[in-house]
């Protein structure tokens, strides 16, 4: 009986951890469809927001599938054996880096807390990534991949699209676990939700297809608007959105990205997307932790007063 237990606990986890490599591949391939150096570096990498979202849920258990997930999304597309082994370690290594900062933190995955939303920005995305990026740039440029001099802008791409994944994937994946039907909803929050997502696509398109003047400020009211209306669910789903078609904008050198350089337009496009993010993922957790105050003073308010009531002659 015991090793029966003990057999389906061993399958489960080999079965977690090939859905996680999975779905670090399959989330790479459709980040590849917008590479901009050499193929294989683009400024929206998906599955560091998979891996980190993955470890946050299951723990270092599943590292496994991260390596594999990294090893074959890289093979294809390596220049050589030797840096790909190198790319898919740091791919690896980043992830765990920024996992183990976010526990140190004391990390919630619930994402209700202000810390928690600061944590994850700067702690997970823009510090952990910092690894995979100087180790996958660092070896294309010592294996002749690219040249010494496109050291920085292949930099500062790699290291957008790692930091990109885990701003705005990673807390999708986890509201998105979370998830439940609603109750008790009218129609008036329903069309109010389909509205909110309606109009901040079409500002956004707007916003990163206009040339000439840079109007990308035009989207945070949506995304205010979603965190305090639809608090962590409505600033997740909102911000992955926002960045994505900033992200596909940049890939096209429209709007605020066109005629300037690579280095120039990630350096724009990492700092937009990480206000964005942190913009709607703090607004969120302020709202959050009002709300849960409110709903806790008022539930021992109603038990002050039973209480009292009890007690009166």
């Known amino acids: 009986m015991v090793d029966s237990a ?25 980040g590849l469809l917008q590479q901009l150096v050499r193929g294989q570096v683009t400024p929206l990498w998906p599955p560091t927001g998979i891996a ?18 990294a090893l074959a999304a890289n093979i294809t597309i390596g220049p050589s054996a030797l840096p790909v082994l190198v790319i898919a370690a740091g791919n690896t290594v980043a992830p765990l ?10 990390f919630r995955n619930e994402l ?17 990534m910092l690894i995979s990026a100087t180790v996958g740039t660092g ?24 930091a990109m994944g885990v701003m705005v994937v990673t807390p999708f994946l986890l509201v998105l676990r979370r998830a439940r039907r609603p109750h008790d909803v009218g129609p008036a929050r ?6 909110l997502g309606v109009c901040t ?28 209306r639809f608090e962590r669910a409505g600033a997740a789903c909102c911000a ?50 009002r709300n849960s105050t409110y709903r806790e003073i008022k539930r021992l308010c109603v038990q002050l007063s039973e209480k009292v009531t009890r007690q009166d002659p």
């Open 190 to 195: 329903w069309a109010e939700a389909a509205a």
């Open 6 to 30: 003990r057999l389906r606990q061993q399958t489960a986890k080999l079965l977690t951890v090939l859905a996680v490599a999975v779905c670090y591949y399959a989330t790479a391939r459709l």
């Open 139 to 162: 070896i294309l440029a010592l294996s002749g991949a690219i040249q010494a001099s496109d050291f920085w802008p292949t930099w500062s791409v790699w290291w957008t699209g790692d």
């Open 240 to 289: 992955l959105g926002v960045s994505t078609l900033a992200i596909l904008a940049a890939g096209r050198m429209t709007g605020p990205f066109a005629h300037h350089g690579l280095l120039t337009n990630m350096i724009t496009l990492q700092a937009f997307n990480g206000s964005a993010a942190l913009t709607s993922l703090l607004l969120a957790a302020v709202v959050t932790e």
């Open 201 to 228: 696509v079409a500002v956004t398109v707007l916003v990163t297809d206009t040339a000439g003047a840079s109007l990308l400020f035009l989207v945070f009211p949506f995304l205010i608007w979603a965190a305090f």
């Open 97 to 106: 880096c920024s996992y183990l900062l976010l526990r140190r933190a004391e």
């Open 112 to 128: 209700d807390r202000l810390r928690d939303a600061l944590a994850l920005v700067f702690l997970g995305a823009l510090s952990g």
């Open 52 to 69: 980190v979202a993955a470890l946050l849920v299951f723990g270092v258990r599943i590292w496994p599938g991260i390596a594999l997930g």
